[in-house]
């Protein structure tokens, strides 16, 4: 029975596989990021600061059903926030997995909704006692233009929490757009 199980699940996932498009390629984009902090009975906001993004993106292409195709995609990026803490400039490494659907409006162009979460490290070393390592959720859109280039914009929400009962956190709202071009796929 076990194997058969086995034996099922591996046909299933060459199949996938079958009909499914790899696509690897670069993006860079920019970020606005808007930051509150709740300390104790106080909070204070600040304003919203520029930063950039560049990194190695992938795309899973499922089978297209005529008039559109449900995706995978995630995303190496270094992440510059714009935010300054103790001299030290907030940089980040993120993951961002996301699935969507991308609509085929014509043969050329595609609108893909998306929801996705984002693994964060932070790479500035704030204090070595602290957890460099956040999760936050968003969602956002792509327009694909062909195959080779996706045009995104999307909304990221982050909580980080710091002292010894969390009592301490602050909210990063982040606006981003980027331009991806999918160099090759497979």
């Known amino acids: ?3 058969k199980i086995l034996i099922a699940v591996g046909l299933l996932l060459a ?3 079958a009909s499914a498009q ?7 984009g920019y970020n606005l990021t808007n930051m509150h902090h709740e300390m104790g009975s106080s909070d204070f906001e600040r304003d919203p600061k520029s930063g950039f993004n560049v990194g190695a993106s992938y795309e899973h292409r499922f089978h297209a059903n005529g008039k559109g ?3 995978l995609d995630a995303c190496l990026l270094y992440s510059q926030e714009g935010y300054f803490y103790s ?3 907030l940089k980040f490494l993120k993951i961002p997995v996301g699935v969507g ?3 085929q409006l014509t043969r050329k162009f595609g609108l893909a909704p998306k929801v996705f979460g984002v693994l964060d490290v932070e790479m500035s070393d704030v204090s070595a006692s602290d957890n460099n390592m956040f999760f ?3 969602g956002g859109a792509n327009l694909n233009i062909g195959e080779k280039f996706s045009i995104g914009i999307g909304y990221e929400l982050r909580r980080e929490s710091y002292g010894s009962n969390d009592d301490y956190y602050s909210w990063f709202n982040t606006f981003h757009t980027n331009l991806t071009y999918y160099i090759f796929s497979k």
């Open 15 to 17: 199949s996938v596989c």
């Open 69 to 71: 195709y449900p995706f």
């Open 22 to 28: 790899n696509y690897f390629g670069v993006t860079g």
């Open 87 to 89: 001299d030290k400039d």
């Open 136 to 138: 936050a959720f968003g």
């Open 1 to 3: 029975m076990k194997n």
């Open 101 to 103: 659907y991308d609509f």
